[in-house]
């Protein structure tokens, strides 16, 4: 291991008040890292060469154990409450002083990394991780400097990750053992308790969505997006189960980047240099550029071997359902890289309606776009989870509530200001049913999706006739290139259209409801854009 001793001795943590008899590794490419990770028992090879590893008691992450230190920067700008939720800074100085010095007999991996691909808005982040493979997931996920970048290397923003250090809920003022705390005055994002990898890139989104519209007026997305052979780009939000991936993932487009982007004066750009996606069921007929990209270098977490082999078996739900894998951009083939391209012609809001109320396609204005941006509609449908017996509206504040410091409005107003300067095109998409809701109906064609996708980009929506939905008053296009007319008009697919009319009207209500907690924020444009019968 000499040469892996060498490395370390180049650097300190000693800004970070660490001091470690162990042995520190800085920057370990993937095999060194793999090879870490295997000889410390961390996980397993597979047949296709990715790292296997378990994420322990936690499968995802917990969002009641998430906490932003409260002080003069954040306390009048932080959208408080259950999704952001304070934390004390005597606490957090307690908490760090422990945490370091529970480190001070580890063998530690550091990584040098940035979060964002444009350089006037990235973090330049130092992780510290007691784990191998954590530091490899690390490495998948964030950016990779150039080895000259690396020799002055200044850090913005640390991250401390030690899953075997638990707090005292008692003295510490956590709510439990586990906990993962920003604070955004320190730059600092410590997590122990945990070993779920997750936490580390969506904390770092969290900061990302708090400094890029609050100090440079620049909006933070959770969607996808990609670009084609002339320049044009587009954006998908969604919520899981809504076909994000699935539509994004375009063999004639180039992807940017699957789950995290900033949107500024000229540019659309990834946070990430990686992507995370769900393996639950994956096949390489469903999702080819996943199946692909789980190579050597790529970790998969919590999934099981098939009996007798190192074979991956991706339908076993031992574990959990939240299987992923981690691995860089550039295992997908037609990865954009740099992961930067020019500001957005089409927007997507992608919907899995299972009340077969919303059209498979339809054109939103600003307000329209602003309001459906705040409410982040989606449903789910019985089977999806534990207690829901029928189809569930849910709402996510911009795609993405739970990683959101600033009131959604924030965000919304900024879209706005964007879609309207840039003349952006936005969408709604129903990927969900038609022909009536779950159980009566029938899931939207996938063929006629990508058909509907592919016209709005190809400008082939520009010049036909539309018609206003009577609730959602959207604009449904009254044909589209292989598409059949009948399929674009929910209403015509039900066969009971007074049953359509009433489910119109409760599903509007569903949303007007929901709105009810922005209300006293939102501006009377945002308010123009709501359900109206």
Same mark, same amino acid.
């Given at each position: ?226 670009? %084609?052979?002339?320049?044009?780009? $587009? ?8 076909? =994000? &991936? /699935?539509? !994004? @993932? ?125 409410? %982040?509609?989606?449903?789910?449908? $019985? ?8 189809? =569930? &509206? /849910?709402? !996510? @504040? ?136």
């Amino acid at each position: 291991m000499l040469e892996l001793e060498v490395k370390s001795a180049n650097k300190s943590l000693s800004d970070l008040g660490i001091s470690t008899s162990g042995t520190t590794f800085w920057n370990l490419s993937p095999a060194e890292l793999v090879e870490q990770a295997i000889k410390n028992n961390e996980g397993q090879l597979t047949d296709s060469g990715a790292l296997m590893a378990d994420t322990g008691t936690f499968t995802g992450r917990s969002p009641k154990d998430r906490y932003i230190v409260k002080d003069a920067y954040t306390s009048e700008s932080i959208w408080w409450g259950d999704i952001n939720i304070p934390f004390e800074e005597d606490k957090f100085d307690h908490l760090y002083s422990k945490m370091t010095a529970f480190l001070k007999d580890k063998n530690l991996y550091v990584r040098e990394a940035f979060a964002g691909a444009d350089e006037q808005y990235r973090l330049n982040l130092k992780i510290v991780n007691t784990l191998a493979w954590h530091n490899l997931f690390c490495y998948n996920m964030f950016l990779r400097p150039k080895k000259e970048e690396l020799e002055d290397f200044k850090t913005n923003f640390t991250i401390i990750c030690a899953p075997e250090f638990e707090a005292d809920p008692i003295s510490d003022g956590t709510r439990q053992q586990n906990f993962a705390i920003l604070h955004l005055s320190k730059r600092i994002l410590l997590i122990g308790g945990t070993a779920y990898a997750g936490e580390m890139k969506k904390g770092i989104f969290s900061v990302l969505n708090y400094l890029l519209p609050h100090d440079y007026g620049v909006l933070s997305m959770h969607c996808s997006a990609n670009v %084609g052979k002339k320049g044009d780009t $587009a954006v998908f939000f969604g919520l899981s189960g809504t076909g =994000k &991936t /699935t539509l !994004s @993932a375009d063999p004639n487009r180039a992807l940017i980047g699957d789950d995290e982007h900033g949107w500024n004066d000229d540019s659309v750009f990834n946070f990430e240099g990686g992507c995370y996606a769900k393996v639950i069921d994956l096949s390489r007929e469903k999702e080819p550029e996943i199946w692909d990209a789980i190579k050597f270098g790529a970790i998969v977490e919590n999934t099981r071997f098939e009996a007798n082999s190192r074979k991956i078996d991706y339908s076993n739900k031992e574990v959990t359902e939240n299987t992923r894998t981690s691995y860089p951009l550039h295992h997908i083939k037609n990865a954009l890289i740099p992961s930067k391209a020019a500001i957005p012609k089409h927007i997507f809001f992608l919907t899995a309606d299972a009340f077969g109320v919303i059209p498979p396609i339809s054109k939103l204005n600003k307000s329209q776009a602003m309001y459906h941006f705040i409410s %982040g509609y989606t449903a789910k449908v $019985a089977g999806t989870e534990v207690g829901v017996t029928e189809p =569930k &509206t /849910t709402f !996510s @504040a911009c795609f993405g509530a739970a990683f959101l410091p600033l009131h959604p409005t924030k965000y919304a107003s900024l879209f706005g200001e964007k879609m309207e300067k840039n003349q952006v095109n936005v969408w709604l998409v129903n990927t969900g049913w038609t022909g009536g809701p779950y159980g009566i109906g029938n899931r939207m064609k996938l063929k006629y999706t990508r058909a509907m996708i592919s016209a709005a980009l190809e400008g082939r929506l520009d010049h036909v006739n539309y018609r206003t939905h009577s609730v959602f008053g959207v604009k449904i296009p009254e044909t589209c290139p292989n598409v059949p007319d009948e399929v674009l008009s929910p209403r015509t697919t039900w066969e009971d259209k007074n049953a359509y009319d009433k489910k119109a009207r409760e599903l509007g209500a569903e949303f007007v409801k929901n709105f009810e907690k922005y209300k006293d924020f939102a501006t009377a444009d945002i308010l123009e854009g709501s359900p109206k019968w």
